[in-house]
Protein backbone atom coordinates (compact mmCIF):
# COMPACT_ATOMS: atom_id res chain seq x y z
CA UNK A 1 0.00 0.00 0.00
CA UNK A 2 1.33 3.34 -1.24
CA UNK A 3 1.39 5.91 1.27
CA UNK A 4 -1.09 8.75 0.68
CA UNK A 5 0.44 11.71 -1.11
CA UNK A 6 0.69 15.07 1.01
CA UNK A 7 1.92 17.99 -0.89
CA UNK A 8 4.80 20.08 0.40
CA UNK A 9 4.21 24.15 0.04
CA UNK A 10 6.54 26.69 0.29
CA UNK A 11 4.86 29.31 2.14
CA UNK A 12 6.48 33.09 1.93
CA UNK A 13 4.37 35.40 4.09
CA UNK A 14 5.23 38.97 4.42
CA UNK A 15 5.36 40.15 7.96
CA UNK A 16 2.84 42.99 8.00
CA UNK A 17 -0.55 40.89 6.73
CA UNK A 18 -0.20 37.58 5.86
CA UNK A 19 2.09 36.36 8.59
CA UNK A 20 -0.41 38.15 11.29
CA UNK A 21 -3.27 36.83 9.40
CA UNK A 22 -1.58 33.21 9.89
CA UNK A 23 -1.10 34.05 13.34
CA UNK A 24 -4.95 35.23 13.72
CA UNK A 25 -5.77 31.73 12.08
CA UNK A 26 -3.93 30.46 14.99
CA UNK A 27 -5.33 32.46 17.90
CA UNK A 28 -8.88 32.27 16.48
CA UNK A 29 -8.02 28.30 16.58
CA UNK A 30 -8.98 28.12 13.08
CA UNK A 31 -7.24 24.85 11.73
CA UNK A 32 -5.50 25.01 8.41
CA UNK A 33 -3.85 22.01 6.52
CA UNK A 34 -0.30 21.38 8.03
CA UNK A 35 1.50 21.17 4.78
CA UNK A 36 2.34 24.90 4.82
CA UNK A 37 5.99 25.61 5.84
CA UNK A 38 6.03 29.25 6.45
CA UNK A 39 9.08 31.11 5.54
CA UNK A 40 8.47 35.02 7.09
CA UNK A 41 9.59 37.64 4.64
CA UNK A 42 9.25 41.06 5.59
CA UNK A 43 7.09 42.32 2.42
CA UNK A 44 5.59 40.23 -0.37
CA UNK A 45 8.44 42.59 -2.42
CA UNK A 46 11.02 40.72 -0.62
CA UNK A 47 10.71 37.64 -2.72
CA UNK A 48 12.59 37.42 -5.47
CA UNK A 49 11.43 35.09 -8.32
CA UNK A 50 14.54 33.25 -7.52
CA UNK A 51 13.03 32.03 -4.63
CA UNK A 52 10.42 30.53 -5.84
CA UNK A 53 12.20 28.69 -9.00
CA UNK A 54 14.51 27.70 -6.10
CA UNK A 55 11.74 26.35 -4.02
CA UNK A 56 10.57 24.41 -6.93
CA UNK A 57 14.31 22.93 -7.88
CA UNK A 58 14.51 22.01 -3.95
CA UNK A 59 10.99 20.04 -4.16
CA UNK A 60 7.91 22.16 -3.56
CA UNK A 61 5.35 20.62 -4.73
CA UNK A 62 3.48 23.98 -4.82
CA UNK A 63 4.63 28.04 -3.59
CA UNK A 64 2.76 30.61 -1.71
CA UNK A 65 3.34 34.38 -1.40
CA UNK A 66 1.34 36.02 0.25
CA UNK A 67 1.14 39.77 1.28
CA UNK A 68 -0.87 42.44 2.11
CA UNK A 69 -3.80 43.44 -0.31
CA UNK A 70 -2.74 45.69 -2.50
CA UNK A 71 -3.21 49.56 -1.30
CA UNK A 72 -2.36 48.44 2.37
CA UNK A 73 1.48 47.42 1.57
CA UNK A 74 3.23 48.56 4.60
CA UNK A 75 6.01 50.05 2.61
CA UNK A 76 3.44 51.40 0.65
CA UNK A 77 3.85 49.97 -2.70
CA UNK A 78 6.03 46.56 -2.24
CA UNK A 79 3.19 44.30 -3.55
CA UNK A 80 2.84 46.60 -6.52
CA UNK A 81 6.17 45.60 -7.93
CA UNK A 82 5.82 42.15 -6.78
CA UNK A 83 2.49 41.21 -8.54
CA UNK A 84 3.97 42.85 -11.56
CA UNK A 85 7.15 40.19 -11.06
CA UNK A 86 5.21 37.46 -10.32
CA UNK A 87 2.78 38.22 -13.37
CA UNK A 88 5.54 37.25 -15.30
CA UNK A 89 6.97 34.72 -13.46
CA UNK A 90 3.69 32.60 -14.01
CA UNK A 91 3.08 32.34 -17.47
CA UNK A 92 7.23 31.79 -17.56
CA UNK A 93 6.99 28.73 -15.10
CA UNK A 94 4.05 27.02 -17.74
CA UNK A 95 6.61 27.62 -20.18
CA UNK A 96 9.15 25.23 -18.28
CA UNK A 97 6.53 22.59 -17.60
CA UNK A 98 5.88 23.92 -14.63
CA UNK A 99 1.94 23.92 -13.77
CA UNK A 100 1.18 27.81 -12.87
CA UNK A 101 -1.68 25.91 -10.53
CA UNK A 102 1.41 25.01 -7.94
CA UNK A 103 2.42 28.98 -7.63
CA UNK A 104 -0.19 30.99 -5.92
CA UNK A 105 -0.16 34.77 -4.96
CA UNK A 106 -2.76 35.75 -2.43
CA UNK A 107 -3.65 38.73 -0.81
CA UNK A 108 -4.42 38.32 3.06
CA UNK A 109 -4.47 41.04 5.63
CA UNK A 110 -3.77 40.79 9.62
CA UNK A 111 -7.47 40.02 10.94
CA UNK A 112 -8.59 37.72 7.69
CA UNK A 113 -7.29 34.69 9.95
CA UNK A 114 -10.62 32.66 7.89
CA UNK A 115 -9.00 33.77 4.41
CA UNK A 116 -5.41 32.74 5.40
CA UNK A 117 -7.32 29.02 6.72
CA UNK A 118 -9.11 29.02 3.44
CA UNK A 119 -6.44 29.80 0.89
CA UNK A 120 -3.97 26.63 2.62
CA UNK A 121 -6.86 24.58 2.40
CA UNK A 122 -7.94 25.19 -0.76
CA UNK A 123 -3.99 24.95 -2.14
CA UNK A 124 -3.34 21.94 -0.60
CA UNK A 125 -6.49 20.23 -1.79
CA UNK A 126 -5.59 21.54 -5.20
CA UNK A 127 -1.67 19.97 -5.51
CA UNK A 128 -3.30 16.92 -4.01
CA UNK A 129 -5.08 16.41 -7.23
CA UNK A 130 -2.20 17.47 -9.11
CA UNK A 131 -0.10 15.17 -7.68
CA UNK A 132 3.77 15.41 -6.83
CA UNK A 133 5.53 17.54 -9.10
CA UNK A 134 7.22 15.20 -11.81
CA UNK A 135 11.18 16.01 -11.60
CA UNK A 136 14.08 15.39 -13.70
CA UNK A 137 16.66 12.62 -13.25
CA UNK A 138 18.06 14.65 -10.14
CA UNK A 139 17.04 17.38 -8.38
CA UNK B 1 29.73 57.85 -50.41
CA UNK B 2 29.06 54.39 -49.40
CA UNK B 3 28.70 53.21 -45.24
CA UNK B 4 31.26 52.22 -44.86
CA UNK B 5 33.35 55.12 -45.88
CA UNK B 6 31.15 57.33 -44.21
CA UNK B 7 31.84 55.58 -40.43
CA UNK B 8 35.41 56.18 -41.64
CA UNK B 9 34.80 60.00 -42.17
CA UNK B 10 33.08 60.02 -38.68
CA UNK B 11 35.49 58.33 -36.87
CA UNK B 12 38.16 59.94 -38.34
CA UNK B 13 36.42 63.52 -37.59
CA UNK B 14 35.44 62.30 -34.14
CA UNK B 15 39.09 61.00 -32.96
CA UNK B 16 41.24 63.83 -34.71
CA UNK B 17 38.86 66.70 -32.80
CA UNK B 18 39.21 64.24 -29.66
CA UNK B 19 35.52 63.75 -29.38
CA UNK B 20 35.96 60.68 -28.00
CA UNK B 21 39.09 58.26 -27.10
CA UNK B 22 37.81 55.59 -28.66
CA UNK B 23 35.72 54.29 -31.73
CA UNK B 24 34.57 50.42 -31.48
CA UNK B 25 33.62 48.76 -34.44
CA UNK B 26 34.49 45.76 -37.04
CA UNK B 27 36.93 44.93 -38.31
CA UNK B 28 38.28 41.88 -40.49
CA UNK B 29 38.52 38.99 -38.48
CA UNK B 30 41.68 36.70 -38.66
CA UNK B 31 39.70 33.88 -39.89
CA UNK B 32 37.49 35.48 -42.66
CA UNK B 33 34.76 37.20 -40.94
CA UNK B 34 34.94 40.10 -38.24
CA UNK B 35 35.89 40.91 -35.34
CA UNK B 36 34.88 43.63 -32.51
CA UNK B 37 37.95 46.70 -33.10
CA UNK B 38 38.70 49.27 -30.96
CA UNK B 39 40.54 52.38 -32.66
CA UNK B 40 42.17 55.15 -30.30
CA UNK B 41 43.18 56.95 -33.21
CA UNK B 42 42.93 59.07 -36.74
CA UNK B 43 45.27 56.25 -38.05
CA UNK B 44 43.35 53.32 -37.31
CA UNK B 45 40.14 54.13 -38.71
CA UNK B 46 40.64 52.52 -42.17
CA UNK B 47 40.80 49.00 -40.66
CA UNK B 48 37.00 49.31 -39.79
CA UNK B 49 34.64 47.50 -41.97
CA UNK B 50 31.09 46.66 -41.84
CA UNK B 51 29.30 43.82 -43.71
CA UNK B 52 26.52 40.95 -43.09
CA UNK B 53 29.58 39.09 -40.85
CA UNK B 54 29.74 42.05 -38.48
CA UNK B 55 27.49 39.83 -35.77
CA UNK B 56 28.52 41.06 -32.28
CA UNK B 57 26.63 43.75 -29.98
CA UNK B 58 29.31 46.14 -29.45
CA UNK B 59 27.27 47.55 -26.60
CA UNK B 60 28.71 44.84 -24.44
CA UNK B 61 31.97 46.93 -24.32
CA UNK B 62 30.57 50.30 -23.21
CA UNK B 63 30.21 48.76 -19.38
CA UNK B 64 34.36 48.56 -19.98
CA UNK B 65 34.32 52.33 -20.61
CA UNK B 66 32.45 53.80 -18.10
CA UNK B 67 33.23 57.50 -17.72
CA UNK B 68 34.97 57.44 -21.07
CA UNK B 69 34.14 58.98 -23.95
CA UNK B 70 33.40 56.23 -26.52
CA UNK B 71 31.84 56.18 -29.97
CA UNK B 72 30.29 53.02 -31.13
CA UNK B 73 29.39 51.66 -34.11
CA UNK B 74 25.67 50.15 -33.49
CA UNK B 75 23.45 48.10 -35.60
CA UNK B 76 19.17 48.16 -35.19
CA UNK B 77 19.44 45.44 -32.57
CA UNK B 78 22.97 47.27 -31.04
CA UNK B 79 21.24 50.53 -30.30
CA UNK B 80 18.54 49.34 -28.64
CA UNK B 81 21.17 47.84 -26.30
CA UNK B 82 22.03 50.92 -25.54
CA UNK B 83 19.19 52.53 -25.36
CA UNK B 84 18.43 49.61 -22.26
CA UNK B 85 22.12 50.46 -20.52
CA UNK B 86 21.07 53.97 -20.79
CA UNK B 87 17.31 53.69 -19.25
CA UNK B 88 19.33 51.37 -16.44
CA UNK B 89 21.69 54.18 -16.08
CA UNK B 90 25.02 51.92 -16.02
CA UNK B 91 26.40 54.72 -18.71
CA UNK B 92 26.18 57.94 -19.44
CA UNK B 93 24.51 59.86 -22.80
CA UNK B 94 27.13 62.44 -22.98
CA UNK B 95 30.05 60.16 -22.96
CA UNK B 96 28.40 57.79 -26.08
CA UNK B 97 28.53 58.34 -29.48
CA UNK B 98 26.46 56.62 -31.10
CA UNK B 99 27.10 55.79 -35.55
CA UNK B 100 24.14 53.92 -36.62
CA UNK B 101 24.45 51.66 -39.57
CA UNK B 102 21.89 50.41 -41.57
CA UNK B 103 21.91 46.66 -40.90
CA UNK B 104 21.71 44.54 -44.35
CA UNK B 105 20.75 41.37 -42.16
CA UNK B 106 23.69 39.48 -40.42
CA UNK B 107 24.16 36.20 -42.15
CA UNK B 108 26.36 33.24 -40.70
CA UNK B 109 27.85 30.51 -43.11
CA UNK B 110 26.13 32.38 -45.79
CA UNK B 111 22.76 31.88 -44.02
CA UNK B 112 20.76 34.27 -42.45
CA UNK B 113 20.53 34.33 -38.74
CA UNK B 114 17.04 33.56 -37.22
CA UNK B 115 17.14 36.80 -35.35
CA UNK B 116 17.92 38.52 -38.56
CA UNK B 117 15.21 37.29 -40.33
CA UNK B 118 12.32 37.81 -37.55
CA UNK B 119 13.70 41.44 -37.00
CA UNK B 120 12.49 43.98 -39.49
CA UNK B 121 14.46 46.95 -38.08
CA UNK B 122 17.12 47.99 -40.91
CA UNK B 123 17.88 51.24 -39.68
CA UNK B 124 18.62 51.65 -35.53
CA UNK B 125 16.11 53.23 -33.25
CA UNK B 126 18.46 55.68 -31.96
CA UNK B 127 21.71 57.62 -32.93
CA UNK B 128 23.59 60.54 -33.35
CA UNK B 129 24.93 60.13 -36.62
CA UNK B 130 23.21 57.79 -39.46
CA UNK B 131 26.16 56.45 -42.41
CA UNK B 132 23.74 54.60 -44.46
CA UNK B 133 20.32 55.63 -45.72
CA UNK B 134 17.30 54.84 -43.65
CA UNK B 135 14.90 52.06 -44.55
CA UNK B 136 11.14 51.23 -43.61
CA UNK B 137 11.39 49.17 -40.59
CA UNK B 138 9.54 45.24 -42.14
CA UNK B 139 8.56 43.63 -38.66
CA UNK B 140 6.81 40.35 -39.47
CA UNK B 141 4.41 39.70 -36.74
CA UNK B 142 3.77 36.11 -37.58
CA UNK B 143 7.64 35.69 -37.71
CA UNK B 144 8.03 37.18 -34.48
CA UNK B 145 7.06 34.99 -32.07
CA UNK B 146 7.66 31.94 -34.34
CA UNK B 147 8.62 28.88 -32.38
CA UNK B 148 7.18 30.62 -28.84
CA UNK B 149 3.67 29.89 -30.28
CA UNK B 150 5.10 26.65 -31.23
CA UNK B 151 6.13 26.25 -27.24
CA UNK B 152 3.13 27.28 -25.96
CA UNK B 153 0.85 24.92 -28.13
CA UNK B 154 2.35 21.73 -26.46
CA UNK B 155 1.03 20.27 -23.68
CA UNK B 156 2.66 20.74 -20.20
CA UNK B 157 4.54 17.11 -20.25
CA UNK B 158 6.02 18.22 -23.84
CA UNK B 159 7.38 20.90 -22.60
CA UNK B 160 9.42 19.62 -19.55
CA UNK B 161 10.61 17.26 -21.61
CA UNK B 162 11.88 19.76 -24.74
CA UNK B 163 13.67 22.02 -21.69
CA UNK B 164 14.80 19.08 -20.17
CA UNK B 165 16.50 17.92 -23.02
CA UNK B 166 17.49 21.24 -23.83
CA UNK B 167 19.43 22.24 -20.34
CA UNK B 168 20.44 18.54 -20.47
CA UNK B 169 23.23 19.46 -22.27
CA UNK B 170 24.13 22.81 -20.62
CA UNK B 171 27.53 22.84 -19.50
CA UNK B 172 27.14 26.10 -17.83
CA UNK B 173 29.80 27.98 -19.14
CA UNK B 174 27.79 30.84 -19.04
CA UNK B 175 28.97 32.21 -22.29
CA UNK B 176 25.72 33.41 -22.91
CA UNK B 177 25.60 35.88 -19.56
CA UNK B 178 28.88 37.04 -21.03
CA UNK B 179 28.23 38.28 -24.46
CA UNK B 180 25.12 39.81 -22.83
CA UNK B 181 24.49 43.26 -22.54
CA UNK B 182 21.85 43.17 -20.11
CA UNK B 183 23.93 40.97 -17.89
CA UNK B 184 26.14 43.42 -16.40
CA UNK B 185 25.79 42.64 -12.39
CA UNK B 186 29.10 42.91 -9.93
CA UNK B 187 28.32 39.46 -8.74
CA UNK B 188 26.42 37.59 -10.72
CA UNK B 189 23.50 35.31 -8.95
CA UNK B 190 25.24 32.22 -10.04
CA UNK B 191 28.63 33.19 -8.60
CA UNK B 192 27.02 33.38 -5.08
CA UNK B 193 27.98 30.47 -2.71
CA UNK B 194 25.78 31.72 0.22
CA UNK B 195 23.07 31.24 -0.42
CA UNK B 196 24.07 28.89 -3.17
CA UNK B 197 21.52 29.45 -6.06
CA UNK B 198 22.85 27.30 -8.54
CA UNK B 199 24.88 24.38 -7.09
CA UNK B 200 28.10 23.13 -8.46
CA UNK B 201 27.42 19.63 -8.92
CA UNK B 202 26.85 18.59 -12.32
CA UNK B 203 22.87 17.83 -12.29
CA UNK B 204 20.25 18.55 -15.12
CA UNK B 205 18.18 20.54 -12.31
CA UNK B 206 20.78 22.84 -12.12
CA UNK B 207 21.37 23.21 -15.40
CA UNK B 208 17.46 24.62 -15.52
CA UNK B 209 17.89 26.62 -12.63
CA UNK B 210 20.68 28.82 -14.34
CA UNK B 211 19.03 29.20 -17.41
CA UNK B 212 15.64 29.71 -16.00
CA UNK B 213 16.51 32.80 -13.68
CA UNK B 214 19.26 33.99 -16.73
CA UNK B 215 15.92 34.00 -18.91
CA UNK B 216 14.14 35.88 -16.13
CA UNK B 217 16.09 38.73 -14.88
CA UNK B 218 15.94 39.72 -18.64
CA UNK B 219 12.49 40.28 -18.53
CA UNK B 220 11.42 43.19 -20.45
CA UNK B 221 15.20 43.78 -20.48
CA UNK B 222 15.99 41.42 -23.15
CA UNK B 223 16.47 43.50 -26.61
CA UNK B 224 16.84 39.86 -28.61
CA UNK B 225 19.91 40.77 -30.30
CA UNK B 226 20.06 36.74 -29.33
CA UNK B 227 23.78 37.16 -28.92
CA UNK B 228 23.14 34.35 -26.26
CA UNK B 229 22.21 31.76 -28.38
CA UNK B 230 25.05 32.93 -31.45
CA UNK B 231 27.58 32.02 -28.94
CA UNK B 232 25.65 28.80 -27.08
CA UNK B 233 28.37 25.92 -28.00
CA UNK B 234 25.61 23.32 -27.16
CA UNK B 235 22.97 25.24 -29.07
CA UNK B 236 20.28 25.69 -26.97
CA UNK B 237 17.49 27.59 -28.48
CA UNK B 238 17.81 30.39 -25.83
CA UNK B 239 15.61 32.91 -28.12
CA UNK B 240 12.55 30.61 -27.32
CA UNK B 241 12.86 31.61 -23.21
CA UNK B 242 13.97 35.08 -24.20
CA UNK B 243 11.20 35.91 -26.64
CA UNK B 244 8.51 34.11 -24.37
CA UNK B 245 9.29 36.64 -21.62
CA UNK B 246 9.49 39.85 -24.24
CA UNK B 247 6.07 38.70 -25.38
CA UNK B 248 4.39 38.52 -21.83
CA UNK B 249 6.02 41.91 -21.11
CA UNK B 250 4.55 43.52 -24.41
CA UNK B 251 0.98 42.11 -24.10
CA UNK B 252 0.71 42.98 -20.30
CA UNK B 253 2.64 46.11 -20.04
CA UNK B 254 2.60 47.11 -23.53
CA UNK B 255 6.41 47.64 -23.35
CA UNK B 256 9.91 46.83 -25.33
CA UNK B 257 13.06 47.20 -24.54
CA UNK B 258 15.43 49.35 -25.64
CA UNK B 259 12.93 51.21 -28.08
CA UNK B 260 13.19 54.38 -25.73
CA UNK B 261 16.02 55.25 -22.96
CA UNK B 262 13.30 57.85 -20.97
CA UNK B 263 10.56 54.99 -20.97
CA UNK B 264 10.31 53.13 -17.55
CA UNK B 265 11.04 49.50 -17.58
CA UNK B 266 8.04 47.17 -16.25
CA UNK B 267 9.85 45.79 -13.58
CA UNK B 268 10.47 49.70 -12.23
CA UNK B 269 7.31 50.85 -11.87
CA UNK B 270 3.76 50.18 -11.59
CA UNK B 271 0.30 51.29 -11.59
CA UNK B 272 -2.11 50.52 -8.55
CA UNK B 273 -5.04 50.07 -10.55
CA UNK B 274 -4.09 47.03 -12.53
CA UNK B 275 -5.33 43.71 -12.67
CA UNK B 276 -2.47 40.93 -13.15
CA UNK B 277 -4.64 37.86 -12.29
CA UNK B 278 -4.29 37.55 -8.54
CA UNK B 279 -7.63 38.25 -7.64
CA UNK B 280 -7.54 42.25 -7.76
Redesign the interface.
Known amino acids: MGVEFEPRIVGFLCNWCSYAGADMAGTSRISYPPNLRVIRVPCSGRVDPILIVKSFQMGADGVLVAGCHPGDCHYAEGNYYARRRFAMLRPFLEYLGIEGDRFRVEWVSASEGRKFSEVVSSFTNQLTELGPRATGAAV | MSQIENVHTKARELLESQAVDCVIGFGKGTTGGSRPLFVYGPEGVEDLIFDETCAHNLAKYLLNRKGKTTAVVLKACDARAVNLLLSEHQIERDKVYMIGVVCPGIKENGEPRDTCLRCGQRTPVSYDYLAGEPEEATVDAELQYKGVAE ?2 AMS ?2 E ?6 AQFDRCIRCYACRQVCPGCYCDEC ?1 VERLDPL ?1 VGIRI ?3 EN ?2 WN ?2 R ?2 HL ?2 RCIGCDQCERVCPVGIPLSL ?1 NR ?2 EK ?2 YE ?2 GYEAGMDPEAAP ?2 AT ?3 EES ?5
Request: glycine share 8%; net charge neutral; no cysteine.
Open positions: MEMARKAFWEFWAPSEMAMAFTGLKLEVTFPFYKKLGFGE
